[in-house]
């Protein structure tokens, strides 16, 4: 193959440095060599050499550090394939433009960079996957991640934890499932029925009692349980419940009075319901567990004793009234005179059998209250004729006693609609206290006055229920606080305390007030006398028809 000649070019200025050249013939700017690229290629087609893509010629300039002995020379370098020998870059048509690689090579970089840190962060996903699982209460939620780095690490001892726990968690719950077992036999093995109510009063657990005696049905949801129920035993859980929410505490009944009838296949039932409240975390109130005691057996027993009670009373009556007529004769001479000392021994006996008439008299009246069966009639009154009665009645007593009775009644109280016989005997009891436990020279204080007690009776108003208050205020030696709750139950009697006395006559005034409608108590400190008072509401003072 012939080379083609080399062609001589005027040499040019150019800012570019030749690769051996000095700085002040620097090769041209590129549009400069492609002209001269083109010229060349020219050139060989005219002198019929080979047209060889890629070859530029470089001109030399001369310097002195130049090793040429030719001055403004240009040399014909060709390489294949485009290559220039000034720098190596490629040049022509199979050339690959720089901004490209550079874009490649960034996509390259950007690409691996994802997947680098997808690489690095699904552990992390999965790890936290995991955690949010158990912390949703899964505890078979585990870390899989197969990686032996840090992450690989942490999701290991995840692994362990979890494990642990959720062996801690089965042996609890089977723990806690035995002890509920167990509470659940205990309280069926009661022969009293018990319900657990939520604070919304829904059923939440009942025992075999109280399915068999109540008919409550612990399978079905809400008031849906208490389908088949005595709506009297309904009112009553509701009552106790409202009791213990209202943060009043446990409730316990005061005796027979507070017991609930309830029939049953068995004949009926008669319970003492109790009530205990059941606290949340906080020490709030959020339920109750009620018990009924199933004090038919008692009942019945009381029953008898009252029963018994009356029957001997009564009895013991009609003698008794003889052998009072029969003394009161003797006393007044009326069968003939008596000597000092016989008169003296029928006196003392006329006196015990009165006091034994008294008691005969309780006994019947408590009879009667225990087995609510008083009979009350009832009328008209004014408060200062009662209290006037009572005091005339009393009078002689408090002389004896050498106390004084006194009587604050203002004027224009209302009538009360009462059986008078009735609250004389109740005024008897207070006043007959009064007597017995006031110094000499002491005084006794009867009053009456209208009091008046807020009451709701609507959602935007209030209306005002009055009521008559009744007190005897003496100077005794007062009543200590730890013995005021058990003054008006049966047969009590303050330690200490002198004179005569059942221990009937402040449980047969409470039994007697209870009736009309009224309360009864006491206000005492120790040696500051005390004050018995009793109510009766004056809506009662008119009678009504149904």
């Known amino acids: 193959m012939v080379r083609p000649p080399c062609r001589l070019v005027p040499p040019r200025p150019t800012r570019r440095r030749p690769r051996w050249g000095s700085a002040s013939d620097a090769i041209d700017d590129d549009g400069h060599r492609a002209q001269v690229e083109a010229e060349q290629t020219l050139d060989r087609r005219r002198h019929g050499g080979p047209d060889l893509g890629g070859q530029w010629t470089q001109r030399v300039a001369r310097s002195g550090d130049d090793p040429q002995p030719h001055e403004n020379t240009v040399v014909d370098h060709t390489y294949p394939n485009g290559w220039s020998s000034e720098d190596g870059a490629p040049r022509g048509p199979g050339r690959w433009p720089r901004h490209l690689t550079v874009i490649a090579a960034l996509v390259v970089g950007l690409l691996a960079s994802i997947g680098l840190t997808t690489r690095l962060l699904r552990p992390l996903g999965v790890v936290s996957a995991a955690v949010r699982r158990f912390g949703d209460g899964d505890l078979k939620a585990r870390a899989a991640v197969g990686v032996p780095d840090e992450i690989g690490t942490v999701a290991a001892e995840f692994n362990r934890m979890a494990e642990r726990l959720e062996q801690y968690r089965e042996s609890s719950l089977g723990e806690l499932l035995q002890a509920q077992q167990a509470a659940q036999a205990a309280i069926d093995g009661l022969p009293d029925p018990v319900l657990l109510l939520d604070a919304e009063g829904d059923l939440r657990g009942a025992n075999t009692a109280a399915t068999r005696l109540l008919g409550i049905e612990p399978d079905r949801a809400g008031a849906e349980a208490f389908g088949a129920v005595d709506p009297a035993v309904r009112a009553a859980v509701d009552r106790l419940r409202a009791h213990v929410q209202a943060g009043k505490g446990a409730y316990a009944p005061r005796g027979f009075e507070d017991a609930l009838r309830v029939p049953s296949a068995e004949g009926e039932k008669v319970f003492l319901p109790r009530a205990t409240p059941l606290?949340?975390?906080?020490?709030?109130?959020?339920?109750?567990?009620?018990?009924?005691?199933?004090?038919?057996?008692?009942?019945?027993?009381?029953?008898?004793?009252?029963?018994?009670?009356?029957t001997v009373a009564h009895e013991f009556r009609t003698p008794l009234t003889s052998i009072q007529m029969a003394l009161h004769l003797c006393t007044e001479q009326v069968v003939g005179p008596l000597t000092p000392k016989q008169a003296d021994l029928l006196f003392a006996a006329r006196e015990d059998c009165e006091r034994l008439r008294l008691i005969v008299d309780d006994l019947l009246n408590l009879s009667r209250i225990e087995s609510g069966h008083i009979e009350l009639h009832r009328r008209l009154c004014g408060p200062g004729p009662l209290v006037a009665q009572a005091?005339?009645?009393?009078?002689?007593?408090?002389?004896?006693?050498?106390?004084?009775?006194?009587?604050?009644?203002?004027?224009?109280?209302?009538?009360?609609?009462?059986?008078?016989?009735?609250?004389?005997?109740?005024?008897?009891?207070?006043?007959?206290?009064?007597?017995?436990?006031?110094?000499?020279?002491?005084?006794?204080?009867?009053?009456?006055?209208?009091?008046?007690?807020?009451?709701?009776?609507?959602?935007?108003?209030?209306?005002?229920?009055?009521?008559?208050?009744?007190?005897?205020?003496?100077?005794?030696?007062?009543?200590?606080?730890?013995?005021?709750?058990?003054?008006?139950?049966?047969?009590?009697?303050?330690?200490?305390?002198?004179?005569?006395?059942?221990?009937?006559?402040?449980?047969?005034?409470?039994?007697?007030?209870?009736?009309?409608?009224?309360?009864?108590?006491?206000?005492?400190?120790?040696?500051?006398?005390?004050?018995?008072?009793?109510?009766?509401?004056?809506?009662?003072?008119?009678?009504t028809t149904a």
């Open 391 to 543: 005091v005339d009645v009393h009078r002689a007593a408090a002389a004896q006693a050498q106390v004084t009775l006194k009587t604050e009644i203002p004027p224009g109280l209302p009538e009360v609609f009462v059986d008078p016989d009735r609250i004389q005997l109740v005024f008897s009891n207070l006043l007959g206290n009064a007597i017995r436990y006031s110094p000499p020279d002491g005084t006794i204080v009867l009053r009456a006055r209208l009091e008046a007690t807020p009451r709701e009776a609507g959602s935007h108003r209030a209306l005002r229920a009055e009521r008559l208050v009744f007190e005897v205020t003496d100077a005794g030696p007062g009543i200590p606080a730890a013995h005021q709750a058990a003054l008006f139950e049966k047969f009590f009697r303050v330690p200490g305390s002198q004179g005569g006395g059942s221990g009937l006559g402040l449980f047969i005034t409470k039994g007697l007030v209870n009736a009309h409608g009224g309360q009864v108590g006491v206000v005492s400190e120790a040696g500051h006398g005390a004050t018995f008072w009793f109510t009766i509401p004056v809506s009662e003072a008119t009678p």
């Open 279 to 310: 606290y949340a975390e906080s020490g709030a109130v959020n339920g109750a567990a009620l018990a009924l005691q199933d004090a038919t057996r008692l009942f019945r027993f009381d029953q008898l004793k009252s029963d018994l009670v009356a």
